[in-house]
C-alpha cells in the first residue's frame, strides 16, 4: 500500500506508562513502521526511561539503572518518538479527545492505557509510618536502600513471587530478613502444600525467617527495633523496616474517571484486540482486564501490546490476544520454583496426579493428568526446574503422554527426561520469550543455517531467557540430521575430533608435541603435515596445558605468523609490538623508553584500548633488537599477537579517585601477573573498576570484576567488538581468595570446553544450562572439577616465562628473525609516508 | 629423498644452480625467505623444508599477490586433501607448494622453482 499522509494527516497516537509493557508497545510499533502513520507520545511519570522490573532485585547486587534499562537513552528520540518523562497525566477528556497532565493537554486520536499496576498495601493501621515501603520501582528501591542504612532487620508483608523477590534485594542489603504470610504456606498461588513446605525449607536455609499463617494486626513502635508487628494471635515481631509486597492492582483511576467499563475487581475491560468499551482507547498490559482475568506477567502483556499494534496498525495479520498460559519457571533466592497449567488440578474435573517427594535433596514435582491419563493438564516443580521444559511441550502442544508417565518425574541417572525433537509438531514453541516455534527453527535451517549459532542468528530463539538452550539444539541437531547434513564437529580433515576431544586426549595421554599427537590420533588419510586450521589449535592447546616456550623448535611450525615472530603483522607485512603494561600502570621512565625505542626504529605509535601502546612498522629484523631494548627497560612481552590473556584494564580506583571504593589498579596488576601468558581458546580480556561508576568498562569483558564496599563482584562473558554483550553476574562481594580461586576455575573450564576461536561470549551462549551451569561448575563446584582446574591454571602460572626474554637469549631461535637468508638488507618493497608527524604504510 | 643424486642433464645453457643457505638455516615444516637472480631480475623466494616427506624442498614466490606484501615464507605450511600447500599469513589464501596455484582463486599462482641439496648446500635452479 501507497501511503500518502501528509505530515498533518498524521494520527496522533498517545501511550499511558513506560513501563515494559509500554516500551514492548513501542517496540512493534517501531518495527512496524507506525511512526509513518502516527506522531507518536509516551508519557511516562518515572524518573528512567522503561526497565526490567523483572529483575530490579539485582540493582542491589550491582546494576544500576542504566543497566536494567530496556533500551539505550536515546531510542525513542532516533526513531521519532517523543518520550515526556516524569509527566504524570491527570486526567482523560474523551469528550475533547485529550489527555491532562500538569503541563498541558494534548490532543489524541488513539489513545493506549499501559499504566500497569501498583503494589497492594493491605489496610493494616500504622501501614503509613515511616520504613514502610514498597518494592515496585527504582525509587522504591532507593528509599529501601536509605532505610536499610541504619536498619538491622527487614520484613517483608507477602509471601508470594514479588515478596520473595523483595526478600532477596533486602537480603542483597544485609539485613536480617523475614517474609510474613498470610496464606498457610509461601507461593500460595503457584504451590501445594508440601510444596510449599518444601519451599519454606529451602527458604529458612538460606537464612531468611519464613512465618506464614499470619495475619498482621496494626505496626506500632517496637521496643528493641523500629518497628513491631502485633498478629492476630498476641505474638509479635519487631523490625527495623517493613516491605509490603502482597500482591498488585491495577493502576485504573484514569479510565475510571473517564467512565470507562472497568472489570468487577478493578481494571478495564478490554476485547481480544485491547479495546476498552471507547474504541479510540485501548489498554494493554496488567491495567487491562480480559475475560474477567488480569495477567500480571511480563509475557501476557508482551502479547496484548503485540495485539494493540496489530489492532492500530491493521494488516494481513489479524493478531488478537486470546488469553495465555500462566506457566512460569523462576529461580527465587537460587531456588527453583515451576508451574505449569492447572498445576494445582482444581479446574479440570477429574484431573489425577502424580507426585514425587525427595525431602533429602529437597526436590518435589507434581503432574496433573487428564481424567484418561493421556494429557498433561497442569504440573509443579520445587528444586529442580530441568523438569520444566520438557512438561511443558506435552501441556503446550497436548502430546500424548508416555505409556509411564511417572517416569517424566522421576529422577534417573541420565538426568531429567527429554523428549525427542522428532515428536514436537511443526506448531511447539520452542523459545516463549521470541515466541519462536520448531516451524521457524526448520525454516530458517531450511534457508540455509548449518549450525546451532545460525539458527540463534536467524530467529533470535534462545537469546532471551536461555531457558530453552539444550531444547533448540536437539531440535536444531535433529533437523540437520533429517535433511542429510552430517554434524561433523571435527576441527578439520586432519583430526576426526573436537577441540574438545584433543585437548582432553592432550591432557590424558600427555601427549607434548604435534607431531606424536597426529600420529597416534590423526584422521587416517593425514600425511601428518596438518594445516592452519589445527596446527594453531593444538599449539594453543599444548600451551595452556604445559606453557613450554612457542618458540620452540617443535612449536615453531605450529604458530600462526603473529606467534612465530612474537609480534602482530601488519598490512604491509611489518609488525607492531606491544609490550605488556599491567593494569595500565606505567612510570614515567618506562615511557620514556617506549618513546625512545619508537624513534630510534621509526616506529608510528598509538595509544590501544586496552590501555598499552602500540609501535607500529617494525621490520622482521628490527624485532630482536627492539625487544633486547625495551627488556632491558624491564618490559615483558604483551601477548598482543597471542590468543591468550591480553590486558586487564582498570580505572584509577580508591587511590586517587573520590569515589573509589577498593584498589582496582593494584587488583588489575595483580591479575595481569597471574594470567598473562595463559593460552586460551581465543583472547581474553579483563577489566577491574573500584565503584559501581564502571570506568574500566569491565561489563564488555570476558572477565569483569568491580568493587564494592564489600569485596569485588565478578561479571563474566561479556565482549565488545562484533557483536557486544554485557557481561553477566557471576557472584557477588567476594573477598580476594575466593575471587581468584573463581577466576582460576573459570579461565580453565573455557579452555577445556570452548571450540576453536570461540570467545568467551559466544561459549557461554552455545554452552547447555548457560550461566547456571557454569556458575554450577566454577562456583558450586557441582562436577568436583575446582581443585583439578586450580592446579592446572597453577601449572602455567609456575611455568610462565617472558617468551622474548626466552627468545632473545638463543641464537638458534634468532636466526627465524632474519628478513632473507642470503642477505641482511631489509626488504625495499616496504615503503613508508608521513603523515601527522609520523610514518604509516605508503 | 632428494638429495643431490637425481641430477637434470644440464643441456640448457641458462640452467644455473645457485646455492642460497645451508641445511641448517632451513625450519623444518616452516618457511624462510631468500633472494635469487632470475632471467627477469632479483626475485625474492619462500623455501619450505618438509623432511621425511617425497619432496622435501620447495620454492614459491614469497610476493603475496592479494596482498601484495612479501610474507608467503611466513604462513603456516600444512596439506589439503594431501596436497602441501602453505597459507598465506594476511588473508589466509592457500597455495599449493607444487605449482604455486590459489586453492580459493585459480587466476592466480605463485612461481615456483626447484631447489635441492648439494650436500649441507641448498640451491635453486634459474
Known amino acids: 500500500m501507497t501511503l500518502s499522509h501528509s505530515q498533518d494527516a498524521k494520527q496522533k497516537l498517545i501511550i499511558i506508562g513506560n513501563g515494559m509493557v509500554g516500551h514492548h508497545m513501542v517496540e512493534q510499533l517501531i518495527e512496524r513502521g507506525a511512526t509513518e502513520a502516527y506522531d507518536i507520545t509516551v508519557f511516562g511519570e518515572e524518573r528512567h526511561i522503561a526497565y526490567d522490573r523483572v529483575h530490579l532485585s539485582e ?66 493501621p500504622g501501614n503509613d509510618r515511616a520504613k514502610c515501603l514498597v518494592y515496585r520501582t527504582l525509587d522504591d528501591l532507593d528509599a529501601i536502600r536509605e532505610a536499610a542504612e541504619d536498619a538491622t532487620t527487614g520484613v517483608v508483608v507477602g509471601g508470594g513471587l514479588l515478596g520473595l523477590e523483595a526478600a532477596n534485594a533486602l537480603r542483597g542489603l544485609n539485613l536480617d530478613t523475614a517474609v510474613v504470610e498470610f496464606a498457610p504456606r509461601l507461593m500460595p498461588m503457584q504451590v501445594d502444600t508440601e510444596g510449599g513446605e518444601l519451599l519454606r525449607e529451602k527458604i529458612e536455609d538460606l537464612g531468611v525467617q519464613v512465618l506464614t499463617g499470619r495475619a498482621t494486626q496494626e505496626i506500632v513502635d517496637g521496643e528493641a527495633s523500629f518497628h513491631r508487628m502485633v498478629f492476630q494471635d498476641e505474638k509479635v515481631l519487631e523490625t527495623d523496616l517493613i516491605v509490603f509486597s502482597a500482591g498488585i492492582r491495577p493502576r485504573d483511576e484514569l479510565a475510571r474517571d473517564c467512565s470507562l467499563e472497568m472489570g468487577e475487581r478493578g481494571g478495564v475491560v478490554v476485547d481480544d484486540r485491547c ?12 491495567v487491562a482486564v480480559w475475560n474477567n482475568s488480569i495477567f500480571g506477567l511480563v509475557g501476557p502483556g508482551y502479547q496484548m501490546a503485540k495485539a494493540a499494534v496489530a489492532t492500530l496498525m491493521p494488516g494481513e495479520d489479524a493478531l488478537t490476544f486470546s488469553g495465555a498460559d500462566m506457566s512460569t519457571k523462576l529461580k527465587l533466592m537460587g531456588v527453583d520454583v515451576g508451574s505449569i497449567g492447572d498445576a494445582h488440578g482444581d479446574r479440570t474435573p477429574g484431573a489425577k496426579m502424580f507426585r514425587y517427594l525427595d525431602q533429602i535433596k529437597q526436590q518435589y514435582r507434581k503432574m496433573v493428568v487428564s481424567s484418561d491419563g493421556k494429557r498433561l493438564v497442569g504440573a509443579m516443580l520445587v528444586g529442580d526446574n530441568s523438569y520444566y521444559d520438557t512438561l511443558m511441550q506435552y501441556y503446550d502442544n497436548g502430546l500424548e503422554l508416555p505409556d509411564d508417565p511417572a517416569s517424566l518425574i522421576l529422577p534417573s541417572s541420565e538426568g531429567a527426561p527429554t523428549l525427542g525433537a522428532d515428536a514436537l509438531p511443526e506448531t511447539a514453541t520452542i523459545c516463549s520469550c521470541h515466541n519462536v516455534t520448531k516451524a521457524d527453527v526448520c525454516a530458517s535451517i531450511d534457508a540455509g543455517a548449518t549450525d546451532l549459532g545460525a539458527v540463534k542468528g536467524d530467529t533470535k530463539a534462545s537469546t532471551g531467557c536461555g531457558g530453552c538452550t539444550a531444547l533448540l539444539k536437539s531440535v536444531v541437531d535433529h533437523e540437520l540430521e533429517a535433511r542429510g547434513v552430517e554434524v561433523d564437529k571435527s576441527i578439520c580433515e586432519h583430526f576426526a575430533l573436537t577441540r574438545q576431544e584433543i585437548y582432553d586426549i592432550v591432557r590424558v595421554e600427555g601427549i607434548k608435541t604435534f607431531s606424536e599427537l597426529i600420529a597416534k590420533h590423526g584422521a587416517s588419510q593425514s600425511r601428518g603435515l596438518g594445516c592452519d586450521i589445527c596446527k594453531p589449535a593444538v599449539a594453543s592447546i599444548l600451551a595452556s596445558c604445559f606453557n613450554e616456550p612457542i618458540t620452540d623448535a617443535s612449536h615453531i611450525p605450529l604458530q600462526d605468523t603473529n606467534d612465530t615472530f612474537m609480534a602482530n603483522m601488519q598490512k604491509n607485512g611489518t609488525y607492531s609490538v606491544v609490550p605488556r603494561v599491567p593494569g595500565g600502570e606505567i612510570s614515567p621512565d618506562k615511557l620514556i623508553v617506549l618513546g625512545q625505542v619508537a624513534e630510534k626504529y621509526k616506529l608510528y605509535t598509538k595509544v590501544t584500548g586496552g590501555q598499552r601502546i ?5 621490520r622482521l629484523e628490527d624485532l630482536p633488537d627492539i625487544w633486547g631494548e625495551l627488556i632491558a627497560a624491564g618490559f615483558e612481552t604483551g601477548h598482543a599477537y597471542g590468543k591468550s590473556l591480553r590486558t586487564v584494564k582498570s580505572c584509577v580506583g580508591s587511590t586517587w579517585c573520590r569515589y573509589g571504593v577498593q584498589d582496582s589498579v593494584g587488583m588489575a596488576i595483580k591479575l595481569e601477573n597471574r594470567y598473562k601468558g595463559l593460552r586460551s581458546p581465543h583472547k581474553i580480556k579483563f577489566g577491574v573498576s573500584g565503584c559501581t561508576r564502571e570506568c574500566a568498562e569491565a561489563q564488555s569483558k570476558d572477565v569483569g570484576i568491580i568493587a564494592t564496599e564489600n569485596g569485588w563482584n565478578l561479571y563474566v562473558c561479556g565482549n565488545g567488538g562484533m557483536r557486544p554483550r554485557h557481561a553477566e553476574l557471576l557472584a557477588t562481594d567476594m573477598d580476594e581468595d575466593t575471587m581468584i580461586r573463581t577466576i582460576d576455575r573459570f579461565l580453565m573450564y573455557y579452555v577445556r570446553t570452548a571450540d576453536r576461536l570461540q570467545r568467551t561470549s559466544v561459549w557461554r551462549e552455545n554452552l547447555e544450562g548457560g550461566l547456571d551451569h557454569i556458575r554450577d561448575v566454577v562456583v558450586d563446584d557441582s562436577l568436583g572439577l575446582g581443585e583439578e582446574l586450580e592446579s592446572q591454571m597453577q601449572t602455567v602460572i609456575d611455568n610462565y616465562e617472558c617468551e622474548w626474554a626466552n627468545a632473545i637469549k638463543d641464537p638458534e631461535k634468532l636466526k627465524r628473525f632474519r628478513s632473507f637468508v642470503n642477505d641482511a638488507r631489509p626488504d625495499p618493497d616496504i615503503i613508508m609516508m608521513s603523515e601527522r608527524g609520523q610514518l604509516r604504510p605508503a | 629423498m632428494s638429495t643431490a643424486t637425481a641430477m637434470k642433464p644440464e643441456a640448457e645453457t641458462d640452467m644455473s644452480w645457485q646455492p642460497l643457505c645451508t641445511k641448517a638455516d632451513l625450519v623444518e615444516f616452516s618457511g624462510i625467505a631468500a633472494w635469487i637472480e632470475t632471467a627477469e631480475g632479483p626475485a625474492q623466494v619462500a623455501i619450505f623444508y618438509l623432511p621425511g616427506h617425497d619432496q622435501e624442498l620447495y620454492a614459491v614466490d614469497h610476493h603475496d599477490p592479494f596482498s601484495n606484501a612479501n610474507v608467503v615464507a611466513r604462513g603456516i605450511v600444512g596439506d589439503i586433501k594431501g596436497e602441501p600447500v602453505v597459507a598465506s599469513p594476511i588473508y589466509k589464501q592457500h597455495f599449493r607448494l607444487k605449482d ?7 587466476s592466480v599462482a605463485l612461481r615456483t622453482w626447484k631447489l635441492s641439496f648439494k650436500g649441507d648446500e641448498v640451491g635453486i635452479e634459474v
Request: glycine letters at 8%.
Open chain 1, 614 to 618: 602500540d609501535l607500529f612498522g617494525a
Open chain 1, 59 to 124: 540493582y542491589f547486587s550491582g546494576r544500576d539503572a542504566e543497566s536494567l534499562a530496556l533500551c539505550a537513552s536515546d531510542y525513542y528520540e532516533t526513531n521519532g518518538v517523543t518520550l515526556r518523562k516524569q509527566e504524570c497525566v491527570t486526567k482523560i477528556d474523551r469528550d475533547a479527545g485529550e489527555v491532562v497532565t500538569e503541563q498541558g493537554r494534548y490532543a489524541y486520536d488513539r489513545l493506549v492505557l499501559a499504566t500497569g499496576s501498583y503494589p497492594f498495601v493491605p489496610p493494616i
Open chain 1, 275 to 286: 479495546l476498552t468499551s471507547d474504541p479510540s482507547i485501548l489498554a494493554i498490559g496488567e
Open chain 2, 100 to 106: 604455486g596455484s590459489c586453492v580459493e582463486d585459480d
